[in-house]
């Protein structure tokens, strides 16, 4: 059975998602040595290829989706920290059609903005399981509330992060990911009966809602977690530097006192940099570490 990683990335005006899957991609194929694809769109595909010719070489395959619904584009508060940001267009709901879109029997589908520094997700693989995902992510931060990732809202059900999954090609998960298209087209309804004060359309709660029906309206039922922790950093926190390709330093929130920060380091642990300006000041140094 083919195995492989799928990533999706569409440009807007002022993040550029295609470089991020470039050098996600990289760090995937060292680490982990399984080949990569990309879901993204003839534009953001252009301009990577300006950028990184050798981006045909670094994806096993490009996909392309160009005739995406106007309803899937969104606004987003992207933060440069805890002090800047700006309103832009979000693209990020086909995830919902991973199923159908991965070229691979077995697919772990991940972040553009996760690093993977170490080799600890090989081990999905070599799994019976035909599905994991991960309710727990660790903050880098020790002062975070991190009280919005336990649940999609206060009164409703537990969270799961749709930052990095597994699933072979079966009629269970053919179902699963149906589901999901489903409630991505009527949110609305959903986004009313699950309680979701927030606006914006986000993977994890889809996913969320969609685990929480075919688990029979339960949280009792646990999915299967990943073999590997993530860590994450916020993006009102701040990449501060790239000591080498499994070690980073972040400036992290000071609780109560806004604008100012506390180092963080982490070390060989995959990092999910939700801050995307941050990502993008170091893609030079990020690849400089990894080639």
Known sequence: MSEGILIFAHNNSEIDYAELAYISARYVKKNLNKPVSLITDSGSREWMYKKYPDSVEVFDQIILTDNVSLSLYQKKRYYDGALSHKLLTFNNLLRSKSYELTPYDKTLVIDCDLLIVNDRLKYIWESNEDFMISKQ????????DDSEFRRISDYSVDFVW???FYFVKNEKNNTFFELCKHIVENYDFYRF???IDNPLMRNDYVFSIALHILN???NEIQPVKLPADIIYSL???????VHDSKTFVFLTNKKNYLGEYILAKTHNQNVHIMNKYAFGRNADRLLEVIL
């Open 235 to 241: 993006d009102r926190e701040d990449l501060y530097k």
């Open 137 to 144: 992510h660790h903050s880098i931060s020790s002062e975070f």
């Open 162 to 164: 749709a930052t990095a």
């Open 193 to 195: 009966v699950y309680r």
């Open 216 to 218: 029979g309206f339960s």
